[in-house]
């Protein structure tokens, strides 16, 4: 499973919607995220890819704090 926060809202899409084999870079993901939501793959650079021992990725913004 990849869960995903993108423009405010959440989204779950499996790593096969995607085209994902589980074992991508983050760019990877980022750039198949890109393809999906139909943007320009540099909207996604400033997101941060978690992957989870279970094997889901959850794919958000950058947190700042201060």
Do not use: C, W
Not at 30 to 45: G, I, N, Q, T, W
């Amino acid at each position: 499973m990849v869960h995903v926060r993108f423009e405010g809202r959440s989204f779950d899409l499996t790593q096969q919607e995607l085209g994902l084999n589980g074992h991508g870079q983050d760019s990877d993901v980022k750039d198949r995220l890109a393809r999906h939501f139909d943007v320009r793959p540099e909207r996604f650079s400033p997101y941060v890819v978690e992957r989870r021992p279970n094997g889901d990725l959850i794919v958000r913004p950058e947190a700042v704090y201060g």
